[in-house]
């Protein structure tokens, strides 16, 4: 119960206000020196990820795209699945196409076969010059590269608001259940910056040579460990044939929380606060290594 | 000068003249808000700095939900918190002497005052009280959403409340 007193009290200092010495914002200005510089607004979600792809090329393994609030963010994996470098690229996505879950790209290349096509472009450049390039100046040195093969797989796009990106969204599903098999993209080039061709996941759908296909199954996006019994374990509800479960949980920010080589379904969020989190979920199903990602929200109360 | 929105964005994408402006805009009153929570000008000042920082760093997640101001005073009273979490020792007990002889809910002696003595006393208080006493007296924070943010409970709020407030009522009779 707020009395006359807090009342008065609040209403003394409504009004009054001392100011600072002028000190003060020369030290702030320092810091924010020290702040990442952000990209420069964007007005496509899809052209942030491209930035994020061509800055990747020449890396190896799978990179995962994780665009969610202010900040993308790439996972590169090696081929025996460890996470070995993770890069957070800072990016600024339009409030409008902001997204709560996570939007997921797997980029695979033939890191044998193809020329690293960034350091090859940056030698012909000065030394001193290479800091500052940007991004789209990457792009234009990558593009004339013409063998660069790699695929693009994705999933979940569908909240990305890229029209040409989302025709893609069947073919490429069936294609990413396919490990990392950089022989499709033989004799096929396909230059990053043409993402946007319509012609683009066609090409990919036409080098499908086998079908197999994920086991559906539902991993929950939310869960309440509050101790009541209900919902308290981050329950992954595996169909009887997937095996070795392996269960990688992030923060927003990409740091590893939880790792679980054998998971059946003992995650109770630690003592995590309420929030989202990222998952990524191995698992093997009539031998073939699959992935789901996605985020899962703790919510206690 | 920016409109709100504009300035926003001008300050994310790192434009010193916009920041400067914002800083222009809210310095005092969060400075004010500072020297609450602290005993020195010199604390506040650094208070006021690592919580101007933390705001153009979270700017960006800033939804536009609210009142601009009432988001970045919750950054500025976070910091202000976070910056005596260590320090919770202060938490004292002090015993307060002869509180019979003063009426309860007297506000007639905090008319005559001035915010600036007030201040001065605020900054006097014992860390535990000061903090409680801003929150609830000042900021207008509920006991319960004390209790969570100080991560007390609910009853050590109201009684640490309690005693900051005749805390005050004794130190500003002294005054007279």
């Not at chain 2, 988001?71 to 910056?83: E, G």
Request: some cysteine; charged content about 25%; aromatic content about 10%.
């Amino acid at each position: 119960m707020k009395t006359d007193f807090e009342k008065h009290m609040h209403d003394i200092f409504e009004n009054y206000s001392e100011t600072p010495s002028p000190q003060c914002w020369s030290n702030l200005s320092n810091n924010l020196d020290k702040i990442p510089h952000h990209v420069p607004p964007t007005t496509d979600a899809s052209s942030v990820i491209m930035q994020i792809i061509q800055s990747t090329i020449g890396k190896i393994g799978i990179g995962v795209v994780v665009v969610g609030g202010i900040s993308a963010t790439v996972y590169f994996t090696t081929k025996n699945q460890e996470v070995i470098k993770e890069t957070v690229i800072q990016a600024i996505v339009e409030p409008a196409q902001i997204v709560d879950d996570i939007n997921v790209i797997t980029l695979t290349k033939d890191e044998k076969e193809i020329p690293l096509p960034i350091s090859k472009a940056t030698k012909a450049i000065p030394e001193n010059n290479e800091n500052t390039l940007t991004t789209k100046e990457q792009i234009s040195i990558v593009e004339p590269q013409e063998n660069v093969n790699y695929a693009l797989q994705k999933e979940s796009m569908e909240k990305i608001p890229s029209s040409s990106l989302n025709q893609s969204q069947k073919q490429t599903e069936e294609h990413s259940n396919q490990p990392i098999n950089p022989s499709l993209d033989k004799g096929q080039t396909i230059d990053a910056p043409k993402i946007n061709d319509a012609s683009f996941p066609s090409e990919l759908s036409e080098s499908q040579t086998e079908e197999i296909i994920q086991p559906r199954f539902n991993i929950p996006n939310i869960f309440s460990p509050n101790g009541d019994n209900k919902n308290d374990f981050f329950v992954i509800e595996n169909p009887e044939d997937v095996t070795e479960g392996h269960l990688y949980v992030y923060s927003i920010t990409g740091k590893v929380l939880y790792e679980n080589k054998n998971y059946h379904n003992e995650w109770d969020g630690q003592q995590l606060p309420d929030g989202i989190y990222l998952y990524i979920y191995k698992f093997i199903y009539k031998e073939r290594e699959f992935i789901r990602k996605g985020s899962v929200t703790i919510k206690r109360k | 000068m920016f409109s709100e929105k504009k300035l926003i964005e001008e300050c994310i994408a790192g434009n010193r003249k916009a920041q400067k402006q914002l800083y222009t805009q809210y310095n005092a009153l969060f400075f004010t808000i500072c020297l609450r929570y602290t005993q020195t000008r010199e604390e506040a000042e650094d208070i006021l700095i690592t919580g101007f920082t933390s705001i153009f760093e979270a700017l960006s997640m800033y939804k536009y939900q609210g009142s601009f101001e009432g988001w970045m005073k919750r950054i500025i009273i976070n910091t202000a918190i976070d910056h005596y979490r260590t320090n919770r020792k202060h938490l004292l007990d002090v015993e307060i002497e002869n509180i019979e002889n003063l009426s309860n809910g007297n506000t007639e002696i905090y008319q005559k005052l001035e915010a600036k003595e007030i201040i001065k006393k605020i900054q006097m208080m014992p860390e535990g009280y000061k903090q409680i006493f801003n929150l609830y007296a000042i900021e207008g924070y509920k006991h319960i959403e004390i209790a969570k943010l100080l991560q007390i409970s609910e009853s050590t709020s109201k009684s640490q409340y309690a005693k900051a407030k005749k805390w005050l009522q004794i130190h500003l009779e002294d005054n007279k």
